[in-house]
């Protein structure tokens, strides 16, 4: 009997719209939309019953380290200041993984960017015949010359589709894009270098202008020689 029932077509009942005379409300709330809202409701209302339950069985005696590391600001707990939380050898360590991640980019950067210019300097260049050819006598050879240089001419930028004009000025744009990237890097990378040379044990200082053999405009530091053992 079952089968039968639902083999019978019924009319699906859909619930009603918001009515036009309370378009100014928006939308009408569905069940599912009032399902999601209460139960968002009651986890932020059991949320705040286990914390007010939390805060009447707290121990007045109980004592923890954060106590001591952190303290209140217009009822605000504010952590104590964490500049010295690595040693110098661990910060070491953790600019030199820096150092090769950049290292590691700057250098997949370089061979896209010298892979892309030999593929847009195939295409611009009509690649040259490499038959060899073996003449028996100097007129031969001029004539084999002749006949290599007609061959060798390259068909006018008209006779050239507009799709493939198109992908040529995109891959134009991407290796002007790659270059000013591999510039950036390169920039990062030995200002990193220079940073975590100065943290080295040492003495230095920074040259002045009129020390300068070629004046730059980035700073340049000179170390003490010491004898090493």
Same mark, same amino acid.
């Given at each position: 009997?079952?089968?039968?029932?639902?083999?019978?077509?019924?009319?699906?009942?859909?619930?009603?719209?918001?009515?036009?005379?309370?378009?100014?409300?928006?939308? %009408?709330?569905?069940?599912?939309? =009032? !399902?999601?809202?209460?139960?968002?409701?009651?986890?932020?209302?059991?949320?705040?019953?286990?914390?007010?339950?939390?805060?009447?069985?707290?121990?007045?005696?109980?004592?923890?380290?954060?106590?001591? #590391?952190?303290?209140? !600001?217009?009822? !605000?707990?504010?952590?104590?200041?964490?500049?010295?939380?690595?040693?110098?050898?661990?910060?070491?360590?953790?600019?030199?993984?820096?150092?090769? =991640?950049? %290292?590691?980019?700057?250098?997949?950067?370089?061979?896209?960017? @010298? #892979?892309?210019?030999? !593929?847009?300097?195939?295409?611009?260049?009509?690649?040259?015949?490499?038959?060899?050819?073996?003449?028996?006598?100097?007129?031969?050879?001029?004539?084999? &010359?002749?006949?290599?240089?007609?061959?060798?001419?390259?068909?006018?930028?008209?006779?050239?589709?507009?799709?493939?004009?198109?992908?040529?000025?995109?891959? =134009?744009? @991407?290796?002007?894009?790659?270059?000013?990237?591999?510039?950036?890097?390169?920039?990062? =990378?030995?200002?990193?270098?220079?940073?975590?040379?100065? &943290?080295?044990?040492?003495?230095?200082?920074? %040259?002045?202008?009129?020390?300068?053999?070629?004046?730059?405009? #980035?700073?340049?530091? #000179?170390?003490?020689?010491?004898?090493?053992?």
């Amino acid at each position: 009997m079952s089968s039968l029932r639902n083999a019978i077509s019924r009319r699906a009942h859909k619930e009603r719209a918001q009515p036009s005379s309370r378009k100014k409300f928006g939308l %009408l709330e569905k069940h599912k939309d =009032y !399902v999601v809202r209460a139960k968002a409701f009651h986890k932020k209302e059991e949320t705040l019953r286990k914390l007010k339950e939390k805060a009447a069985f707290r121990n007045p005696d109980e004592f923890y380290f954060q106590m001591i #590391k952190t303290r209140t !600001v217009d009822g !605000v707990h504010k952590p104590e200041n964490q500049a010295n939380k690595y040693t110098q050898e661990e910060l070491m360590l953790m600019k030199t993984q820096d150092i090769g =991640y950049i %290292l590691q980019k700057l250098q997949s950067e370089r061979k896209k960017v @010298e #892979k892309l210019t030999a !593929v847009l300097h195939s295409v611009d260049n009509h690649p040259s015949n490499r038959h060899i050819y073996y003449a028996e006598d100097r007129e031969e050879a001029r004539e084999l &010359q002749s006949q290599a240089s007609e061959s060798r001419v390259t068909p006018p930028s008209g006779d050239i589709p507009d799709h493939i004009k198109r992908k040529t000025a995109v891959s =134009y744009r @991407e290796l002007e894009a790659r270059k000013s990237r591999v510039n950036q890097l390169e920039k990062l =990378y030995m200002e990193m270098t220079l940073k975590k040379e100065l &943290q080295k044990k040492g003495r230095k200082r920074k %040259l002045r202008e009129d020390e300068l053999t070629c004046p730059t405009s #980035k700073p340049v530091y #000179k170390w003490r020689s010491e004898r090493k053992r």
